[in-house]
């Protein structure tokens, strides 16, 4: 066992703390990484708040993970000691069932993946702990190599913001010559613009908010449209092919259903805390659909970042020290940050 040292919260209503705990030795298929940078995602809050309800503590939060391998196991032959590579949602699956044959462990359908926090390891029941640590032991099969052209702090984001919105815009064939809608402009939309953008697509960007146009614009969107204007919305009523929407707070599904052309699609990534409403004439008057998507596989996130290797693809953030992550908390909450907190680990030295 390795001692490491890491920020926790010690239970729902207590701010994140200094925290060492123990990580197991590397086994025949593990790699072992010192951690780099660590993104900061809106998830990372819910759960250590328990807003979700089922929450382990102590609790290491942290699934958005750049490191650099320290040491690998016998049976490992993909990554060696110095590699830069990163580790996103998930540390395991049962890798049996015909979704992670598939090479999809986010569906697994043996009681879903292993989580990379908040979770228990498969064979020991042990906690999971995330990356708001020092180092980590990963299974070879679930780690990501990252491209050495990515900067890896801007990297970091790409492992759940930037495959959460890939996965969609991969899976529904966002190209060239299409009309994509990305609602919402956070550290999820930021991202979906980005690729939407790089795939070749006529991007428009839909906020409630007036002062995110030049930030949408400058992201790499073609058109910029206040969601609450209803002339604005009216006007782009069976003009879309597809639509990502990535708002976590209440909103009307209906009005941006309406916005699609007939076969259009709409994807839900954002996670509302209340059920949303739907109108069954939205859908059936132009057979338009509505469907939900969760991050991406292991096969799928390494295309991810290879393209964002290809096209110069990242996240914007703001690198901060472990030491400020109560106050990220704070200040993702009242929406004040471009696009994403990535925390530098040197700062637990």
Request: one cysteine or more; proline letters at 4%; aromatic letters at 6%.
């Amino acid at each position: 066992m390795t001692t490491v040292r890491g920020y926790a919260a010690q239970d729902a209503r207590t701010p994140l703390a200094p925290f060492q705990f123990e990580r197991r030795e590397p086994g025949v298929d593990d790699v072992e990484l010192d951690i780099l940078y660590c993104g900061v995602c809106h998830s990372d809050i819910h759960q250590a708040r328990d807003e979700w309800g089922g929450s382990i503590f102590p609790m290491v939060p942290g699934h958005e993970i750049i490191g650099r391998v320290t040491r690998v196991g016998a049976n490992v032959t993909r990554f060696k000691a110095g590699d830069s590579v990163g580790v996103g949602c998930m540390v395991d699956s049962c890798r049996a069932c015909t979704s992670c044959k598939d090479g999809l462990e986010q569906y697994c359908e043996q009681g879903g993946p292993t989580v990379t926090y908040n979770g228990r390891e498969r064979a020991s029941q042990q906690p999971t702990f995330g990356g708001y640590s020092s180092a980590m032991v990963v299974d070879q099969a679930f780690v990501l190599r990252v491209p050495d052209n990515l900067d890896p702090a801007r990297a970091a984001p790409l492992l759940c913001a930037g495959i959460t919105t890939w996965s969609p815009l991969h899976h529904w064939n966002v190209r060239e010559g299409q009309r994509v809608g990305i609602v919402g402009l956070g550290g999820l939309g930021h991202m979906g613009v980005k690729f939407a953008r790089a795939l070749g697509a006529h991007v428009v960007v839909l906020s409630h908010s007036e002062n995110k146009r030049q930030d949408a614009l400058r992201l790499g969107a073609h058109e910029f449209v206040v969601s609450s204007d209803t002339g604005q919305m009216k006007a782009r009523e069976n003009t879309f092919d597809f639509i990502l929407d990535t708002v976590s707070a209440q909103h009307d599904l209906n009005a941006y259903l309406r916005l699609l052309r007939r076969d259009g699609q709409m994807v839900l990534v954002g996670v509302p805390e209340k059920p949303l409403e739907l109108g069954a004439f939205t859908l059936i008057g132009t057979r338009r659909k509505l469907a939900g998507s969760m991050i991406g596989g292991i096969r799928e996130t390494q295309e991810m970042l290879d393209f964002c290797a290809q096209h110069e693809v990242v996240s914007d953030v703001e690198v901060i020290p472990i030491q400020q992550v109560n106050d990220a908390y704070t200040r993702i909450l009242r929406g004040d940050v471009k696009y994403r907190f990535v925390i530098d680990m040197k700062s637990l030295k």
